[in-house]
């Protein structure tokens, strides 16, 4: 046992408090015990020849005293008594402070108990398995709210680790496909020995369409890593230019694909990172101009819904796979990164008749807290 310890300090409080309120308790009644004697209120005595009556009632025959003798008597008996009591009230104070030894230790550790509980969990977490909790049980004082937001704390980290392994995953994944096609595309002309200018030139091709999809890769990881290091600048923008903007962009690429590009868009001030929420829905629209089928459309939009600023893309194609696994890439990933480091979430909506795919990116605006509406803002998609 330590003698620094929150508990000893606790046991000592509570014992010096039991026994303080316990131990002026006994003075007081000794006191009052000693004040009644002295007043002579414990005894009277009347003269009735030769008997004597207490004030319990009790009546003694004595001898004939005079009232001399009887006072005498009378000290004699108070002294007894006070004798008795003070020999009694100096037990009971022992048996008090061993008394408020025990239950001083016994309460301090009943109500440290929970402190022991989240010390031992905080123990046997590691960053690899974040699925410990405390899960208090007991009347809501200030331990079990302690407990709660340390279990909601390990929540977040779990859920952002498993949300950075994932995005570990997704981008190994990723990377790993362009770097394949390069090599074996490299592997196959050099081991040809009959290997002629076109099949360099078609090669060539080859990796520098898959140079460029990597290129855009680390634009988007450089983008997610500078957005979570914090040395991204946020500044005050409307999503709406942002929409409009992209549309523009990409009003060649779903051209050749026979997709047509529509905005709604809708006023949405929000503080963030330009760059960022513009890489993010580079993706969405790149992601929902490849799902749609031709003669198509794909809705580009932004607006505010409950306090939350949305940026999103509606396409019309086959919906999102079953599979977790398949639906999300890099591209997605790294959106989910952008939209969580500025404080909001990715959703997704199936369109109608569970054909066509909504991809929401929610922002909180300025002192909003909370989580993300749970509706899809494309209404009549």
């Known amino acids: 046992m330590s003698w620094q ?17 316990g131990g002026a308790l006994l003075g007081l009644v000794y006191l009052a015990i000693q004040q ?30 005079r009232e001399v003798e009887v006072r005498a008597i009378e000290a004699i008996y108070n002294e007894i008594v006070l004798n008795e009591v003070t020999r009694f009230t100096l037990i009971a104070v022992g048996i008090l402070f061993l008394l408020s030894i025990v239950v001083g230790w016994i309460m301090s550790g009943r109500v440290l108990k929970p402190v022991g509980e989240i010390t031992t969990v905080a123990r046997e977490i590691q960053a690899s398995d974040l699925s410990r909790r405390i899960d208090l049980k007991g009347p ?44 074996s595309n490299i592997e196959l002309v050099a081991d040809d020995s009959r290997a002629e200018l076109d099949d360099w030139q078609r090669a060539g091709v080859v990796i520098r369409r898959n140079a460029e999809k990597m290129s855009k890769m680390i634009q988007d990881l450089l983008a997610s890593a500078r957005l979570q290091t914090g040395k991204a600048q946020s500044v005050i923008l409307d999503l709406a230019d942002l929409a409009r903007a992209k549309v523009a962009d990409f009003a060649s690429v779903a051209g050749e694909k026979g997709v047509e590009l529509e905005t709604r868009a809708a006023e949405a001030v929000v503080r963030g990172v330009e760059i960022a929420l513009d890489r993010a829905l580079s993706n969405l629209v790149d992601n929902a101009v490849k799902a749609a089928p031709p003669r198509s459309t794909v809705v580009v939009g932004s607006g505010v819904v409950d306090g939350w600023a949305w940026l999103g893309v509606f396409d019309s194609g086959q919906g999102l796979p079953e599979d977790p696994g398949d639906r999300i890439g890099l591209g997605l990933s790294i959106v989910t990164q952008i939209a969580e480091g500025h404080g909001g979430a990715l959703a997704t909506f199936p ?8 991809m929401i990116v929610w922002i909180p605006r300025v002192d909003q807290s909370g989580t993300p509406p749970d509706v899809s803002p494309f209404t009549d998609t």
Not at 5 to 21: A, C, D, K, N, P
């Open 5 to 21: 310890s929150i508990r000893f300090r606790l046991s000592v409080q509570y014992s010096t408090l039991v026994f303080g309120l």
């Open 36 to 65: 009644g004697l002295s007043d002579g209120n414990m005894m009277t005595h009347l003269w009735e020849g030769r008997r004597v009556t207490l004030e319990s009632g009790q009546v003694f025959a004595l001898p004939y005293y």
């Open 140 to 183: 809501d004082d200030e331990l079990k709210r302690l407990a709660d937001t340390f279990d909601e704390m390990l929540q977040r980290l779990d859920t952002a680790f498993s949300s950075q392994r994932q995005f570990l995953a997704d981008t190994s994944h990723d990377l790993r496909t362009p770097l394949t096609v390069i090599r």
């Open 351 to 358: 369109g109608r008749a569970e054909r066509g795919t909504t």
